[in-house]
């Protein structure tokens, strides 16, 4: 079982940065795509941002275009998500989610249902 675990939230300003880490155990020599994905209260979960299994290819929501940034570590087994120019309205839960069928290499995955394991979340809080 593949399981993710958060880490790298916390209280910033508006304007500042914060970079959130995914390590994900367990089976993880064939997880496929790995997502960002964050739920603030009383709203949905939404897609923020994807990276493909193989590859950099990299897709991100047009709310954090431009200010985040996800990535993956050498090892598959890690993924990133650097958050610059931080404004109130990224306050949320962010939740690291990973899809276990590799897929095509090109097909975007950015609904909750495309991902099989989620990690518990870490706050982000972003102060005005």
């Known amino acids: 079982q593949v399981q993710p675990v958060e880490s790298g939230g916390g209280l910033v300003q508006a304007g500042g940065s914060l970079r959130l880490s995914c390590a994900a155990s367990?089976?993880?020599?064939?997880?496929?795509?790995m997502g960002w994905f964050r739920q603030a209260p009383g709203k949905a979960r939404e897609f923020v941002a994807t990276?493909?299994?193989?590859?950099?290819?990299?897709y991100v929501a047009d709310s954090v275009k431009g200010r985040f940034t996800v990535s993956r570590g050498s090892s598959k087994n890690m993924l990133y998500l650097q958050m610059n120019s931080l404004k109130p309205e990224d306050t949320a839960v962010y939740y690291c989610?990973?899809?276990?069928?590799?897929?095509?290499?090109?097909?975007?995955?950015?609904?909750?249902?495309?991902?099989?394991?989620w990690g518990q979340g870490t706050q982000v809080t972003v102060s005005s």
């Open positions: 989610a990973i899809r276990r069928s590799q897929g095509n290499g090109f097909t975007w995955f950015t609904g909750t249902l495309d991902y099989d394991y």
């Open positions: 367990g089976g993880t020599f064939s997880v496929g795509p």
């Open positions: 990276i493909q299994w193989k590859g950099d290819s990299t």
